[in-house]
């Protein structure tokens, strides 16, 4: 079994920045693709950002120049660095994890995590 914990939410002023945390733990044979979600008030849950196990990044044309996403694979973590944010950009969000997991046979199975949900919180 595979948990995802999120740090790093918070309120902050527009301009200002944050820092998410997600850190993957469990029996966990490798981690894959890592990425970011989001869900604002009254909407669909939206895809932020996304980074794979080589290091390419997608992000969201919403936060594009604004957002960093990257990862430390010895820790297994992913961060979400958000600089410049805006009212628009409250919304609670998700870390994702994808790779493939020991069972308890010793079996190797693929997993697709999400975390609780860190709530960020942008004034004007």
């Known amino acids: 079994q595979v948990q995802l914990v999120e740090s790093g939410g918070g309120v902050v002023q527009a301009g200002g920045s944050l820092r998410l945390s997600c850190a993957a733990s469990?029996?966990?044979?490798?981690?894959?693709?890592m990425g970011w979600y989001r869900r604002a008030p009254g909407k669909e849950r939206e895809l932020v950002a996304t980074i794979n196990r080589g290091g390419k990044r997608n992000y969201a044309d919403s936060v594009q120049g604004r957002f960093t996403i990257s990862r430390d694979d010895a820790k297994k973590t992913v961060y979400l660095q958000m600089n410049s944010l805006k009212p628009e950009d409250t919304a609670v969000y998700y870390c994702n994890v994808q790779g493939v997991s020991i069972a308890s046979d010793a079996g190797l199975h693929d997993f697709d995590s999400w975390g609780q949900g860190t709530l960020v919180t942008v004034s004007s």
């Open positions: 469990g029996s966990i044979f490798t981690v894959d693709a």
